[in-house]
């Protein structure tokens, strides 16, 4: 064999293993700890944002009521297309105070280097009751169901689309923790056309609907030292959603249900890892 078929051959080869890499699946594992000055730390940062700027209402649809908070972009400009990101809170938030359900994740789009950089829609909606129940699978692992209130948020977006219309449905984005994670799964479950992309941290996992999900931009976080929402449940769908080449699973070795978000708090990774993404 010739340099000159060496050569091609090579490159090809090359150019085959590169575009495998390109659309693989990418699973990580870090090795992130968060002592306590700096889970206090970054929890007051966010704390002390102001909150105005989320407006409050109200959405009714026959007898389910859904509080929420929505954050118009800074610049909206009605002729610009800007993405909704939708933020599902955990079950310490459950309430109709309309108030506490802007947990970390909703408060990070409220940092002036997010709110100016990472222009959108973000709506924070508030459940009275769980918004997913857990339950046991005949292969012992714990799974998500959604409740009757989960189906209600698919025509809140439908409003939100009608009365700010420079919403781009192209760019419709899940974000969750904890029970709001498995919240934002189950939404993806039931209109997987929908959404762009999902962020799912710490969830119960869902497996009704895999099969619409296998090209789905999804990153799965979960910490391995996690015993409220079990770190095996998110490994599972990840096992399980072997096909979807939009697929990141990130585990943190050294955290567990309660600091898991600390790492996100601070930074820009989850805004700029959903922009990138559209339908």
Not at 165 to 189: E, F, K
Not at 227 to 255: A, D, I, V
């Amino acid at each position: 064999m010739n340099n000159r078929n060496l050569k091609r051959i090579l490159i090809i080869s090359l150019l085959i293993i590169t575009s495998n890499l390109t659309f693989a699946q990418k699973k990580e594992f870090r090795n992130t700890t968060v002592d306590s000055l700096t889970f206090v730390n970054n929890r007051k940062l966010l704390n002390s944002l102001n909150t105005d700027n989320f407006q409050k209402k109200v959405f009714v649809k026959n007898n389910i009521q859904i509080p929420y908070r929505i954050l118009i972009p800074g610049n909206n400009d009605k002729n610009q297309k800007f993405p909704l990101v939708i933020t599902f809170h955990n079950s310490t938030r459950i309430g109709k105070d309309n108030e506490k359900q802007l947990e970390p994740l909703a408060k990070i789009w409220l940092r002036d280097e997010i709110y100016t950089r990472y222009q959108c829609y973000v709506i924070a909606p508030q459940f009275s009751k769980r918004s997913s129940d857990y339950e046991n699978n005949h292969d012992h692992i714990l799974t998500s169901k959604p409740s009757d209130d989960v189906s209600a948020l698919l025509d809140l977006i439908a409003n939100a689309e009608k009365e700010y219309p420079n919403i781009d449905r192209n760019r419709i984005y899940l974000v969750g923790y904890s029970m709001g994670a498995s919240t934002a799964q189950n939404l993806m479950s039931i209109k997987p056309g929908k959404f762009a992309a999902l962020v799912s941290v710490a969830a119960v996992p869902d497996f009704s609907n895999l099969k619409k999900l296998n090209q789905k931009n999804i990153w799965l976080i979960h910490g391995e030292k996690d015993n409220e929402n079990p770190y095996p449940g998110s490994t599972e769908l990840f096992n399980r959603l072997s096909s979807n080449k939009n697929l990141t699973f990130t585990t943190f070795s050294n955290l567990n249900h309660d600091n898991i978000t600390i790492p996100f708090l601070i930074t820009e990774e989850i805004p700029e890892w959903l922009f990138e993404k559209r339908k």
